[in-house]
């Protein structure tokens, strides 16, 4: 049923065909997240692969930015309804963490972890083959901290609470973990175009 | 939209009352789970051919008030806040679906000293938390407002009045272009927090997200952990 009076803005044609069910274009670039952005100083970062509590691998700033570099250009969809079209990252992808590490995935399950001890959950297919990033820049510009500088995940294809800011590893867990939304009511894989938002969605 | 249709509910807008020159309560009556203060709805409107929007709006209300209080600012060309403010009468029905967030609530009996920080509209959730806290008063709680004018400051008398009759509540409110002319900086942030004379051990946020990282990054610079430091941003 419609709502008395409401006769809406529409998007034009193509960002009503970009846009996911339930989201709203926006220019800006919003910020979401808990609590406020950790300082992080790049002497002491690193990035490490775990298997459960046993490290597979550990990079520091100065390594990390050796490796491979993939940039990725798209729309980016966040649950609190907005989404931005034509972003553009670079970063590292999983799949060339682990060439790096000389290791197979164990699980086919992971948790992300960040500085801020949030975590957040994601398949290992959603985040192979290419479709996932470490990203250290936005825009051509290194991550700002707000960002989830000096270096986030990149999810682009799941809503962006799965881009984890302020990234410090990834851990291959045996089974699908709920990270700090998950446990808080949001979906445990959320996929935007299925509006997967919380957790009682399909 | 889909054939199932996630957990929407109808809520009528039983009545609607002026905050502010730009801001409204919308009072709701809706089939909806009991809500923790600092949790917001969303709101879905939907047009004539089926066009829908849908924005989040933090719930004002005390945790077991009959009605669900949402505010809700008017933004200029805002799409939904301007049929709130321009078209909406009580009788009018909405879809809702909620209560929803998990991190940024307030429960009580909480034993140690509370930090509430809201920039403009941000005030919203943290009135709730407020009206929870004067329900079940405890440990010690400090609310800072900062909004544009005086006129902005939504909630005013009702806060004062919480702060008047119980001295454990204090309530600081400050406009930036009128009147006292005050931002929430670094001296403002520190005046307040000796006033008051504790070190707040959890602290909500809310507002524009300028604001919001702002003020964290003062708390975390005057020595406030990370983790008790929790944020919600309105755009
Ligand atoms: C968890 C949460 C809780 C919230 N709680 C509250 C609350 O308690 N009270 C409250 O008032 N708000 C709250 N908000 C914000 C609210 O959800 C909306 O974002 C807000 O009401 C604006 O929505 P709108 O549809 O009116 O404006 P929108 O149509 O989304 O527009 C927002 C602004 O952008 C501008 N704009 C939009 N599209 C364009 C365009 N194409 N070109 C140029 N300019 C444009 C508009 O002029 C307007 O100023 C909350 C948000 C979140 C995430």
């Known amino acids: ?202 | 939209m889909s054939e199932r249709d996630g957990n929407w509910r109808t809520a009528v807008i039983a009545r609607i009352a002026a905050l502010t020159p730009r801001m409204r309560s919308y009072f709701l009556h809706a089939p909806l789970a009991g809500h923790v203060a600092g949790q917001y709805l969303d709101v879905r409107l939907t047009a004539p051919d089926g066009y829908q929007a849908r924005r989040s709006y933090s719930i004002a209300s005390r945790p077991g008030a009959a009605e669900l209080e949402l505010a809700i600012a008017l933004q200029d060309d805002g799409e939904v806040s301007a049929w709130f403010h321009e078209v909406a009468q009580p009788g009018d029905t909405i879809d809702v679906r909620g209560p929803l967030g998990g991190h940024f609530i307030w429960e009580p009996p909480h034993a140690a000293p509370v930090l509430l920080v809201a920039g403009g509209s941000g005030i919203v959730p943290l009135v709730s938390i407020a009206r929870a806290w004067q329900a079940a008063p405890a440990a010690p709680m400090l609310l800072l407002h900062s909004a544009r004018t005086p006129e902005a400051l939504a909630f005013q008398p009702e806060l004062a009045g919480i702060a008047a009759a119980d001295p454990r509540f204090t309530y600081v409110a400050v406009s930036t272009r009128a009147g006292t002319g005050r931002r929430i900086d670094a001296a403002m942030l520190d005046k307040a927090l000796g006033h008051w004379g504790h070190l707040p051990a959890l602290c909500y946020l809310c507002g524009p997200t300028a604001f919001v990282e702002a003020v964290a990054q003062l708390l975390v610079a005057r020595g406030v952990a990370h983790r008790a430091i929790r944020t919600e941003r309105f755009g």
Request: a neutral charge; hydrophobic letters at 35%.
């Open chain 1, 1 to 202: 049923m419609s709502t008395r009076g409401f006769t809406g803005r529409r998007p034009g044609a193509d960002a009503a065909r970009r846009l996911p069910p339930g989201q709203q274009q926006t220019q800006d670039f919003p910020v979401l997240s808990l609590g406020p952005a950790p300082a992080i100083n790049l002497d002491a970062w690193r990035f490490t692969l775990r298997h459960g509590s046993r490290p597979l691998a550990s990079w520091n700033w100065f390594e990390f930015n050796a490796l491979p570099r993939t940039r990725w250009h798209g729309d980016i969809h966040c649950v609190t309804t907005w989404s931005k079209f034509g972003t553009d990252w670079e970063g590292v992808t999983l799949d060339d963490l682990l060439a790096a590490a000389g290791v197979q995935a164990p699980t086919s399950f992971l948790l992300a972890q960040s500085y801020d001890d949030y975590d957040t959950n994601v398949p290992l297919a959603d985040l192979a083959g290419g479709r996932a990033l470490i990203a250290t820049h936005f825009g051509g510009e290194p991550l700002t901290p707000e960002h989830g500088g000096p270096a986030r995940l990149l999810v682009p294809h799941l809503y962006f609470w799965k881009s984890a800011k302020w990234i410090k590893g990834l851990k291959f867990t045996e089974r699908d973990e709920a990270g700090f939304w998950e446990l808080r009511g949001y979906h445990m894989r959320g996929d935007p175009w299925r509006e997967q938002r919380y957790s009682d969605d399909d």
